[in-house]
Each structure stands twice: as structure tokens, then as C-alpha cells.
């Protein structure tokens, strides 16, 4: 099972201050144990919301709007993706997290198999199957 820890922003992240030497050091020995344990699939932190945007959809069209945005527990400061066999097992990884402060959200990513209801043929997930081997070539080349 797949599942995104995600790391909630705070006014730190927003205002964009860099970690100290002793928090990058106390995340990559973090980050270390994950790729030990060989459950790290993805992990990356992100750019304020300043320097993002969002995009509304309607039937009418979309919308552009350019960050900041003001609800800072709404908002994304990063992200580890790990496989492991269950939630409980996310949870005890989530709770090692070196952060003396914050938030962090499991949610469980969702694979092929939660869509077969919607694609009774297999075709579509085909397709995405093709599509997701491409990306793998592509990032090994």
C-alpha cells in the first residue's frame, strides 16, 4: 500500500525560511532510515505559495489565481510517499517525523485497482499501466 504523508504548511514554510543545519540534518538521518527500511518512494519539500498559483475549474471555463494564499493550514509544505503493508504502519513512520512542531496528513494513495468498478473491460487501466511504464523508462534514462 501506498501512502503520502503530507506536511501541512505553517508561517514558516510561507514566508519561506530555510531549515537550519541541525533540522536538515535531523530529516535527511529521517529520510536515511525510510531508504534503509525501503519504503521511500518520493519525498520533497515545496516553494511557498507565493511563487504558486491554482486553477478553478467550471463548466464555464477555469480560473487563474496567483499565490499567496491566505488559509496556512490548508496548505502543502511537502510530502514523503512510502509503501508500506498498512495505515498503522504509515502511522508509526509519520510519528518519527523529526518536527518539533506542525501537522502532518496520511492519506492512502489510490491504485488501479480502486477504479475496476469504472473500467469493467481493463482497457483503461491498460492504458495507464502503458502510460505509468513510460514515466518509469523515461526517469531510469
Avoid: C
Avoid at 491554482?54 to 489565481?65: L, Y
Wanted: hydrophobic residues 40%; negative net charge; glycine residues 8%.
Amino acid at each position: 500500500m501506498r501512502f503520502m504523508m503530507i506536511v501541512k504548511a505553517n508561517t514558516d514554510s510561507e514566508t519561506g525560511r530555510l531549515p537550519s543545519t541541525e533540522e536538515l540534518t535531523s530529516m535527511g538521518k529521517y529520510n536515511e532510515e525510510l531508504v534503509k527500511a525501503g519504503i521511500l518512494l518520493a519525498g520533497e519539500g515545496l516553494h511557498p505559495s507565493s511563487k504558486g498559483a491554482r486553477v478553478a475549474f467550471s463548466k464555464t471555463g477555469n480560473t487563474v489565481t496567483d499565490g499567496p494564499f491566505s488559509e496556512t493550514k490548508e496548505l502543502v509544505a511537502g510530502f514523503w510517499i512510502i509503501e508500506v503493508k498498512s495505515r498503522e504502519e504509515a502511522i508509526a513512520w509519520a510519528r518519527r517525523i523529526p518536527f518539533q512542531e506542525g501537522e502532518v496528513e496520511i492519506r492512502q494513495v489510490a491504485s488501479a485497482e480502486d477504479f475496476a468498478e469504472s473500467d469493467p473491460t481493463g482497457e483503461l487501466r491498460a492504458k495507464e499501466e502503458a502510460l505509468r511504464a513510460q514515466v518509469e523508462a523515461k526517469a531510469k534514462a
